[in-house]
């Protein structure tokens, strides 16, 4: 029997764009469906009744939710081709560290950057480009985290890099400048199909970030 796989997603999510890629890297084919998040599914909030968010992965009807839970799932699954995680333990124990490491640090001092003002703007900024300079350590000389092929981590952080231009639009900064190892390291990853077509436009992006924080209010 074919292999059923939907992805319930929305399109800017980081998180979902995660699935994308590693489902890209492994060649798999799925249904993707588009969520309005003011409007949930029914199919949504079946599959992830406890958080009611995206990205659902729903594999022969059976839902994995969070993203990097699932990314390891779709690894588990097709272990016949493009190994994502290191096949050694504690390697495997390191790239669970770093991928959580990105939801910690770079989402969070992200998410002050566009959705703050002021001193928590400013503080989110710092936060962001501390958390950058530590990846930029751990990347040390390898062209990927994963070394010389695209793996967890590189999945787990790359998305972000959609984010940036908006990031840096509404801060008023520049990642580049003083982080310029990172910068070509994801243009490193964009190099990849599996990555490129995954990811949105940044310009895109940005006009989403905008538009929510004038509903919020915050402009």
Known sequence: MADEVVLLDF????????????????????EYKEENLRNKSPLLLQTNPVHKKIPVLIHNG????????????????????????????????????WADYVDKKIYEAGKKVWTAKGEEQEAGKKELIDAIKVF?????????????????????LVPFYTWFKGYETIGNFNIESECPKFIAWAKR???????????????????????????????
């Open 136 to 156: 930029e350590e751990e990347l040390g000389d390898k062209p990927y985290f994963g070394g010389e092929k695209l793996g967890y981590v590189d999945i787990a």
């Open 11 to 30: 399109w800017p999510s980081p998180f979902g764009m995660r699935i994308r890629i590693a489902l890209a890297e492994k060649g798999i084919k799925y």
């Open 62 to 97: 059976k839902p994995i939710c969070e993203s990097l839970i699932a990314v390891q799932y779709i690894d588990e699954i097709w272990n016949d081709r493009s190994a994502l995680l290191p096949s050694d333990p504690y390697r495997r124990a390191q790239a669970r560290f």
């Open 189 to 219: 990853c964009l190099q990849k199909e599996s990555v490129s077509k995954s990811l949105f436009d940044q310009e895109k992006v940005l006009e989403f970030m905008v538009d929510i924080r004038k509903r919020l209010g915050i402009e």
